[in-house]
């Protein structure tokens, strides 16, 4: 593993912290500090602005602008794209003493603290600016409510040891850039403090007002400019101030509901007026999150203080507010992925709400079946038929405009089917398996039995031309996880089927009839999942990734200077693909997926053959390798891929966490516990734990929801303790031992 941490933040159980301004790290602070409440994300951007390099970035989920029209000679390849558009700026502020603009890249500043929470969710700021007439503190505090997703607010506190003229303007300000363009948006209203923006190539908007509370003698005047409204203050101060603001946002996404959002704007901000019960309130939302989904590691602060970043930020971005919404792979951090969803929401994603919220992980699968039009249309632009879901999207719409990625990657059609079966596992829900899951399940065969071909002699089954998840192999053959991912799909249609008719759920005949049933599809499907072509050696026991692969000229990885990481921005785009260099797992991606399926030998041959090819260059890699090296008894390898994960970000192992977080990641780093360390496996019929600790921990333990009980499993050098709340007893498997948990199970190591 050539690539390695770049830490400059401290390191501590529930917060993160920058000590000292870093400017030229300012862009990876500002993703690392972003809140977002999954309604609307910001990131830890110097509100009141700066000149060092700062990506200003407020956005708004499901609000976004569609791309320029094409006219590509292909067909299949996107015509247009689109992309979640930095919105409305509700923190502008600008500040001048003594006539001078603050910007703290250009002035003399001592004591910089920036400071995240993670047990309220604020982010706060302090410095203190030194002049040649003394000296100003500034404390700046910002968050957004988790309870009212509608509210945001930002507290400037100010002092000094003498009375400085202070010059404060406080925007709602629709002028943020885009990737360093102006923005687009078109003005609809301006009301003393209020403003509603419109996007113009979707017709959404976006309305935000907001209300100042500072002392009562202090006069102020409002202003608007073309795209922005605000306050000015011009005062002389004494000892200190401090002002709160208070802003409410409302957007409506269709684009006819103007007057109502305005309406609800309004409304909203009267009836938030105080600021500190209202921090409060965040507080008791955390605080009662914790309880129920801490992860607590004793022995190893720097993945304590990692696992709980990523918990924090993925509960942040997505915790089922809108069933609308999905899980972008920066979540609401930056514009890099443009927003968007990919395979990784079902595939890295869905594990954590399946165990902490079903509610939200069927939500997350209804994405999928609202935007089921837009996989069927995908389908037939691809010349096949049935439901072929996007690779990049907000709106279910196809959006990668690279083809070799959005026409040739099946996974995302799979994954949505593992989702499915997933959910199905943990949850038991049968009637979500049959109103919805069905009707998803036969579309995606459909697809895949038309996508799908055999051989000359019709000896096999398979894909040709596609891209499986490792993406440094552009269009191969019979790549092993897809063939081998198709197949599970197709069994798990034809099980399904069978278990709907017999049930007799009416819901059973209406998809039926929607999905224009015929039954020589049962037979289609059934020879195609076994015929299904799966390049595998059982003399060696591995399975080759595709077609071919094994001849492939050998990349040494260990070889590759770290400046050259990212590489997709240091080397020509075609070296990256002459070789046999991985860039996430593929047959371990299967490995770990239908883990029941494959005895220990082969996970530990194919671990020892893969790994090393593996450069990691998708954050999604580390979690699932250490998740397998845990398995196959590599244990120090495994922590190691387990620090790279929980702190990816926060160490900044890629080089990239300027352009935003690594959203889906994030949410891997948790199966990483749980799967990892903890053993737990859900792709069988009764849930299997195998737990086990490194040995530099002394303790670490973990909660999840499993069938309506709150287990909570500890695991120290010498024991394991599960205990439950007991609402109904759970068959578990652990060790290879089947036990019911009732209340309490303690096993010595
Ligand atoms: C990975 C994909 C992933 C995407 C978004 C890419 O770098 O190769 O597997 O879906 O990032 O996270």
New binding site residues.
């Given amino acids: 593993m050539a690539k390695q941490a770049n830490r400059y933040l401290e390191v501590d159980p529930w917060k993160v912290i920058e000590l000292g301004f870093h400017q030229e790290r300012n862009q990876v602070s500002e993703s690392i500090f972003s809140l977002a409440n999954e309604f609307m994300g910001v990131r830890g951007y110097l509100e009141e602005g700066t000149d060092c390099s700062s990506l200003q970035g407020c956005y708004y989920n499901g609000i976004y602008e569609w791309g320029k029209e094409n006219n590509p000679p292909y067909k299949g390849i996107v015509k247009r794209s689109h992309y979640l558009v930095n919105g409305l700026n509700w923190l502008a502020t600008k500040i001048k003493i003594d006539g001078k603009v603050l910007d703290i890249s250009k002035s003399e500043i001592q004591d910089f603290k920036r400071e995240l929470d993670l047990k309220d969710g604020s982010l706060s700021r302090n410095f203190t600016l030194i002049n040649e007439k003394g000296k100003v503190k500034f404390e700046f505090l910002r968050f957004l409510s988790m309870t009212n997703v509608h509210n945001s607010f930002q507290r400037i506190k100010i002092s000094s040891d003498y009375q400085p003229n202070l010059e404060i303007t406080l925007a709602l300000d629709f002028n943020n850039k885009h990737w360093g363009e102006p923005g687009k948006w078109q003005i609809e209203k301006k009301d003393k403090l209020l403003i509603v923006g419109k996007t113009k190539t979707t017709g959404q908007y976006l309305s935000g007002a907001m209300k100042v509370e500072t002392p009562d003698s202090l006069l102020f005047e409002t202003f608007e400019e073309e795209k922005a409204i605000g306050l000015s203050f011009n005062f002389n101060l004494e000892n200190e101030i401090t002002i709160d603001r208070f802003v409410s946002i409302y957007v409506d996404k269709v684009g006819d509901k103007k007057d109502e959002i305005i309406f609800n704007t309004s409304k909203n901000l009267q009836e938030v007026d105080d600021f500190d019960k209202s921090l409060l309130e965040n507080c008791n939302y955390w605080t009662d999150f914790w309880k129920h989904n801490d992860i607590e590691i004793e022995g190893d602060p720097e993945n304590q203080q990692g696992i709980r970043f990523c918990i924090f930020q993925l509960q942040q971005t997505y915790h089922g507010f809108d069933p609308l919404n999905n899980i972008g ?2 979540g609401l951090t930056g514009e890099a ?1 443009s927003g ?1 969803a ?3 929401t079902e595939t ?1 994603c869905l594990p954590y709400y399946l165990y902490t919220n079903l509610t939200v992980a069927k939500d997350l699968l209804l994405y999928r079946y609202h935007t089921l039009p837009q996989a069927k249309a995908r389908a037939l632009m691809l010349d096949c038929v049935g439901a072929c879901y996007p ?2 999207t907000l709106n279910g719409h196809e959006a990668c405009a690279l083809w070799q990625h959005a026409s040739l ?1 099946l ?1 995302p059609s799979t994954g949505v089917a593992y989702g499915i079966y997933h959910y199905y596992q943990v949850s038991k829900d049968f009637k979500f398996l049959v109103d919805y899951g069905l009707e998803m399940l036969l579309e995606i065969s459909k697809f895949l039995l038309s996508r799908g071909q055999w051989n000359q002699d019709k000896s096999y089954f398979g894909y040709y031309a596609v891209m499986g ?3 440094f192999q552009m269009m191969v053959n019979h790549n092993a996880y897809t063939n081998f991912m198709a197949r599970k799909t197709f069994l798990f249609t034809l099980e399904v089927l069978e278990k709907a008719k017999l049930s007799s759920n009416k819901s059973y005949l209406e998809v039926l009839q929607k999905t224009d049933f015929q039954k020589e599809i049962i037979e289609e499907i059934r020879t195609a999942a076994k015929m299904m072509y799966i390049p595998y050696d059982p003399k060696t026991e591995l399975f080759e990734q595709h077609q071919g692969y094994f001849n492939l000229p050998h990349q040494e990885i260990t070889s590759i200077p770290l400046a050259d990481f990212p590489l997709y921005n240091n080397w020509s785009y075609d070296r990256i693909y002459r070789n046999d260099m991985i ?2 797992p593929d047959v371990l991606m299967f490995l770990f997926l239908y883990n029941q399926d494959f005895p220990l030998s082969v996970k530990k041959a194919n671990y020892q053959f893969y790994e090393p090819r593996c450069i990691h ?4 890699s580390p979690s699932i390798h250490s998740i397998l090296a845990n398995e196959i008894g590599k244990r120090k390898e495994a922590l190691s891929f387990f620090g790279f994960a929980t702190r990816l970000d926060l160490d900044d192992y890629n080089r990239n966490t300027n352009e935003g977080l ?1 959203l ?2 994030i949410a891997a780093a948790w199966m990483n516990i749980v799967y990892g360390f903890g053993g737990l496996r859900s792709d069988g019929d009764i849930l299997v734990m195998n737990p086990s600790i490194p040995s530099i921990w002394m303790k670490y333990s973990f909660k999840i929801n499993y069938l309506g009980n709150n287990i909570k499993v500890t695991v120290t050098q010498n024991q394991v303790k599960i205990e439950s709340n007991n609402s109904s007893p759970v068959a578990i498997k652990i060790w290879n031992k089947d036990i019911i948990l009732v209340d309490q199970y303690i096993l010595e190591m």
């Fill in positions: 792979a920066k992925y968007h990919f395979w990784d890295f690779i990049a990657q996974q998840p490792d993406e860039k996430q260059e998708s954050s999604l690594h889906t990641s």
